[in-house]
């Protein structure tokens, strides 16, 4: 990992909503072209520290640097433009909008038309399923389609560095599997470096290189994917073995 | 006597709709309630009673650039008031607005005077014999250019970048974000086409009603009940809700004693917000945090 390129680097990040201080200081480096997963319960600031990196959260301290640039506190659409697109928990996807409609949302700031096209059909190749469902209102889709369409809708930004936050929430286990296999696969195909949170640790270690686990806004431990998974404490801490 | 009443009740219509549509796109857009709406009608309808007056165009011409000073203007209050609050809470910034909207009517007093003003056009003497009917020319005037300016939306919004951007903000905000729209530039957008929207409203109304002060926001209330009718946020309820109040108002001002009519707007509100809150086209609502 030392030889890699460090692609997103954040230290001591703080962030508060209103007065609670929800991180206290997260220090974390992602290379480039790896899988990076943030693990953590409910509340432990995985959320919080993706939103902040696409900027829809302001630090309060700490700095973001993204290629050696400092983005911390940009404007959301200037960080899209730097290359970091989000797949966010909740999807924030356009209901009342075609899937046709959500995915060329994701290609507005785009202009290169051979390179719209490519990643588009990239996308339909990864999530067959989005390209049956075009004129279908992305509010009507299944929970998993609307994963793979945010998922989509990102990607279609043309990122260097992807933001997923939580991609396996609400969906069954067959799905999650389904849509771990589609993020390696993106990860594999296009050399894109992804950032993930996840509660489901053993689907996200067997997916990432390397881990990071959070917990109450603080990072407690991070490491390889198989240390990480051979470590008892995330396993008592997340899947309720002992 | 019920068509005359019908043709009022769609000019009326056609002035709340604007209204309604200006205020459901500035709440869509840049997610807060714009209670100076009504004010950019009025300072739009002395904007065309200066131009008429000091150059001399002809009414229909003097809309024109009376439209697009409107628009600047309310480009202005968006850049000086409403920017520099942006990230702050609902109320702030919901008490700013109100004070715009007492700011420009001191203006408009300072500028114009308190006493009533016609704003005149060749229209208001001119009627249209439809059979045993007569229809004001000027209520023909005020439906044309409503529908007119509902169609320049319409393509705008459907036909430019700038229009599908605004069609993303208003349908989720954090998602246009995440697409890389930027927001600030956006909502200046939707501020100079909402005052331009108004402005068409308080144009061809100013020369049926006297041109005061209070105008604006005298339509204001009535345009957030046609909005709250429609389904507060709905873009095509509030040009529905706009018409449908219009309408109503009018045809009860028709049949019962006219003291009421002016009443029907509150009492439609209170009705819709006890029996269905959701309005006509509106989604029930979900709190979201």
Redesign the interface.
């Given at each position: 990992m030392e030889r890699k390129m460090i692609m997103l680097k954040v230290s001591d990040l703080q962030v508060y909503y209103g007065y609670i201080q929800a991180l206290f200081g997260i220090n974390l480096e992602v290379p480039k072209g790896n899988i990076i997963v943030l693990l953590g319960a409910n509340g432990a600031g995985k959320s919080t520290t993706l939103r902040a990196i696409s900027g829809l959260l302001k630090p309060r301290k700490g700095t973001i640097e993204f290629q050696g640039q400092s983005i911390g506190g940009l404007p959301p659409h200037k960080i899209v433009e730097l290359g970091i697109a989000m797949a966010p928990e909740g999807r924030e996807l356009f209901p009342n909008l075609t899937v046709r409609d959500n995915l060329e949302a994701g290609q507005y700031t785009r202009t290169y038309k051979i390179e719209k096209k490519e990643d588009w059909e990239r996308v339909i190749q990864w999530f067959p399923i989005l390209g049956e469902r075009m004129t279908q209102l992305a509010g009507t889709l299944s929970g998993g389609e609307q994963q793979m369409l945010a998922i989509s809708r990102a990607f279609l930004t043309h990122p260097i560095l992807l933001l997923l936050d939580e991609p396996s929430l609400g969906l069954s286990p067959l799905l999650v599997k389904s849509i771990f296999q589609s993020i390696s696969k993106m990860n594999r195909e296009t050399g894109l470096t992804i950032l993930l949170a996840e509660q489901n640790v053993r689907m996200a270690l067997s997916t990432a290189h390397y881990g990071y686990v959070l917990e109450l806004g603080r990072r407690t431990l991070e490491g390889e994917n198989k240390v990480l998974l051979e470590n008892n404490e995330v396993l008592s801490s997340y899947l309720g073995f002992s | 006597m019920l068509i005359q009443l019908l043709v009022s009740g769609l000019a009326l219509g056609s002035v709340y709709a604007l209204v309604a549509l200006a205020l459901v796109l500035i709440y869509k857009g840049a997610r807060l309630l714009n209670l100076a709406q009504g004010e950019l009608v009025t300072i739009a309808a002395y904007f065309s009673l200066a131009i008429l007056q000091q150059i001399k165009l002809p009414y229909l011409v003097a809309m024109i650039p009376a439209i697009l000073l409107a628009g600047v203007f309310a480009l202005i209050v968006e850049r000086i008031v409403i920017r520099p609050l942006i990230g702050s809470e609902e109320w702030p910034i919901l008490l700013a607005t109100w004070g715009v909207s007492i700011t420009i009517r001191g203006i408009i007093g300072l500028l114009w005077g308190h006493e009533p003003r016609p704003l005149p056009s060749p229209f208001t003497s001119q009627h249209l014999r439809l059979g045993a009917y007569f229809i004001s020319g000027q209520e023909l005037v005020i439906i044309i250019a409503s529908l007119l300016m509902l169609l320049v939306f319409y393509l705008f919004f459907r036909r430019t970048?700038t229009g599908?951007?605004m069609?993303?903000i208003a349908?989720?905000h954090?998602?246009?974000?995440?697409?890389?729209?930027?927001?600030?530039r956006i909502n200046g957008i939707t501020w100079i086409i909402s005052g331009m929207v108004a402005a068409v409203a308080g144009i061809t109304i100013g020369p049926i009603f006297f041109l005061h002060v209070e105008v604006g926001f005298g339509l204001l209330l009535s345009a957030f009940s046609a909005a709250v009718l429609g389904g507060f946020g709905s873009i095509i309820g509030a040009i529905l809700g706009g018409y449908l109040l219009g309408v109503i108002q009018t045809v009860t001002g028709g049949y019962m004693p006219t003291a009421i009519k002016n009443s029907v707007p509150f009492a439609i509100l209170i009705l819709v917000l006890v029996i269905r809150p959701r309005g006509l086209f509106g989604k029930a609502l979900v709190e979201k945090k």
């Amino acid at each position: 990992m030392e030889r890699k390129m460090i692609m997103l680097k954040v230290s001591d990040l703080q962030v508060y909503y209103g007065y609670i201080q929800a991180l206290f200081g997260i220090n974390l480096e992602v290379p480039k072209g790896n899988i990076i997963v943030l693990l953590g319960a409910n509340g432990a600031g995985k959320s919080t520290t993706l939103r902040a990196i696409s900027g829809l959260l302001k630090p309060r301290k700490g700095t973001i640097e993204f290629q050696g640039q400092s983005i911390g506190g940009l404007p959301p659409h200037k960080i899209v433009e730097l290359g970091i697109a989000m797949a966010p928990e909740g999807r924030e996807l356009f209901p009342n909008l075609t899937v046709r409609d959500n995915l060329e949302a994701g290609q507005y700031t785009r202009t290169y038309k051979i390179e719209k096209k490519e990643d588009w059909e990239r996308v339909i190749q990864w999530f067959p399923i989005l390209g049956e469902r075009m004129t279908q209102l992305a509010g009507t889709l299944s929970g998993g389609e609307q994963q793979m369409l945010a998922i989509s809708r990102a990607f279609l930004t043309h990122p260097i560095l992807l933001l997923l936050d939580e991609p396996s929430l609400g969906l069954s286990p067959l799905l999650v599997k389904s849509i771990f296999q589609s993020i390696s696969k993106m990860n594999r195909e296009t050399g894109l470096t992804i950032l993930l949170a996840e509660q489901n640790v053993r689907m996200a270690l067997s997916t990432a290189h390397y881990g990071y686990v959070l917990e109450l806004g603080r990072r407690t431990l991070e490491g390889e994917n198989k240390v990480l998974l051979e470590n008892n404490e995330v396993l008592s801490s997340y899947l309720g073995f002992s | 006597m019920l068509i005359q009443l019908l043709v009022s009740g769609l000019a009326l219509g056609s002035v709340y709709a604007l209204v309604a549509l200006a205020l459901v796109l500035i709440y869509k857009g840049a997610r807060l309630l714009n209670l100076a709406q009504g004010e950019l009608v009025t300072i739009a309808a002395y904007f065309s009673l200066a131009i008429l007056q000091q150059i001399k165009l002809p009414y229909l011409v003097a809309m024109i650039p009376a439209i697009l000073l409107a628009g600047v203007f309310a480009l202005i209050v968006e850049r000086i008031v409403i920017r520099p609050l942006i990230g702050s809470e609902e109320w702030p910034i919901l008490l700013a607005t109100w004070g715009v909207s007492i700011t420009i009517r001191g203006i408009i007093g300072l500028l114009w005077g308190h006493e009533p003003r016609p704003l005149p056009s060749p229209f208001t003497s001119q009627h249209l014999r439809l059979g045993a009917y007569f229809i004001s020319g000027q209520e023909l005037v005020i439906i044309i250019a409503s529908l007119l300016m509902l169609l320049v939306f319409y393509l705008f919004f459907r036909r430019t970048k700038t229009g599908l951007a605004m069609q993303l903000i208003a349908d989720n905000h954090t998602g246009a974000l995440l697409c890389g729209i930027s927001v600030n530039r956006i909502n200046g957008i939707t501020w100079i086409i909402s005052g331009m929207v108004a402005a068409v409203a308080g144009i061809t109304i100013g020369p049926i009603f006297f041109l005061h002060v209070e105008v604006g926001f005298g339509l204001l209330l009535s345009a957030f009940s046609a909005a709250v009718l429609g389904g507060f946020g709905s873009i095509i309820g509030a040009i529905l809700g706009g018409y449908l109040l219009g309408v109503i108002q009018t045809v009860t001002g028709g049949y019962m004693p006219t003291a009421i009519k002016n009443s029907v707007p509150f009492a439609i509100l209170i009705l819709v917000l006890v029996i269905r809150p959701r309005g006509l086209f509106g989604k029930a609502l979900v709190e979201k945090k």
